[in-house]
């Protein structure tokens, strides 16, 4: 750490640690509180004995997520409808030092995985995110969660049986989804039920989050049928004032739509064989604040 000052350590870290607190969360928001309070920790202690200022300060990180998620859990259970993750705006120009990393990252932040990240225990969770996410050794996740290493090897290998039993299995191909993001979009916004109806698979599930504050379906929707109707019905309300923007969220090709210039719904689909499996609907408004930028 010599000549550098202590804002200059923390923000070099920074992106680190908000991809680890966002994994552990779920929410953006709640995710930059954790870093701002572990800056605040940072700033405060003697840091002469720390020789490590990045596994120090994941360390900090981890412990704050781990005893927020514990906090939030118990307010997610009231939650009004379906719970979604938050989703962010990634940027496929943004690099990291190896094609197949950027690849594990980018799927460790899709919706498809954090939903499924939901039903781990926080310390699973951790665990989970550190190792799978992050490549950390096992042996540093244990200092971090002040575990045995053979206790955290445990804890990773259940969450990584469970992740791998209830995660879905779509294609990943950007081009494909970006192709078929495309088709949706212009099938629903013109009312062609039928080219909507042909691009939905047999059994299809729609999960909309609005967390009481906006229109969206309060159950799970399933069926091509039901699924297709639903949103044909939607797109012969039009919301006044609307556009659509193609971007990447959350590591995959998303639809963000704006009202009067301010976000107000994101849809992102998954897709397998070329049919859409899935469509993620996120109109809390709590959750969007993040994409105002």
Same mark, same amino acid.
């Given at each position: ?62 412990? =704050? %997520?781990?005893?927020?998620? !514990? @906090? *939030?859990?118990? $307010? /997610?259970?009231? #939650? ?74 445990? =804890? %990773?290998?259940?969450?990584? !049986? @469970? *992740?791998?039993? $209830? /995660?879905?299995? #779509? ?74 923007? =193609? ?47």
């Amino acid at each position: 750490m010599a000549g550098e000052t202590v804002t200059e350590v923390f923000e070099a870290h920074r992106s680190v640690l908000t991809g680890v607190a966002y994994r552990m969360l779920g929410r953006f928001s709640d995710a930059e509180d954790v870093v701002q309070e572990a800056w605040l920790r940072w700033s405060a202690e003697d840091r002469g004995e720390v020789r490590e200022p990045r596994g120090y300060l994941v360390r900090i990180t981890t412990r =704050l %997520a781990i005893d927020r998620l !514990r @906090h *939030v859990q118990s $307010r /997610r259970e009231a #939650y009004v409808g379906p719970w979604l993750p938050e989703p962010i705006a990634t940027r496929s120009g943004h690099t990291v030092p190896d094609a197949a990393e950027r690849a594990e990252l980018m799927e460790s932040v899709s919706l498809a995985v954090l939903v499924v990240l939901e039903s781990l225990s926080p310390l699973e969770r951790a665990v989970f995110v550190l190792r799978e996410a992050f490549g950390f050794p096992y042996g540093e996740i244990a200092t971090t969660l002040d575990r045995g290493e053979a206790a955290v090897r445990q =804890l %990773a290998g259940r969450a990584r !049986r @469970h *992740v791998d039993e $209830r /995660r879905p299995r #779509y294609d990943v191909d950007p081009a494909e989804r970006r192709d078929l993001t495309e088709r949706f979009l212009a099938a629903a916004s013109g009312g062609d039920l039928d080219a909507l109806l042909s691009l939905l698979a047999p059994d299809v599930r729609l999960i909309g989050d609005s967390g009481g504050k906006a229109k969206a379906p309060l159950r799970v929707m399933e069926s091509a049928d039901k699924v297709g109707r639903f949103l044909y019905a939607v797109a012969k309300e039009p919301i006044p004032g609307s556009e659509f923007r =193609l971007l990447e969220i959350n590591g995959a090709p998303g639809l963000l739509m704006l009202s009067d210039g301010k976000p107000d719904t994101v849809v992102q689909i998954e897709a397998r064989n070329g049919r859409i499996q899935c469509v993620y609907i996120v109109r809390n408004p709590d959750k969007l604040t993040a994409l105002t930028a």
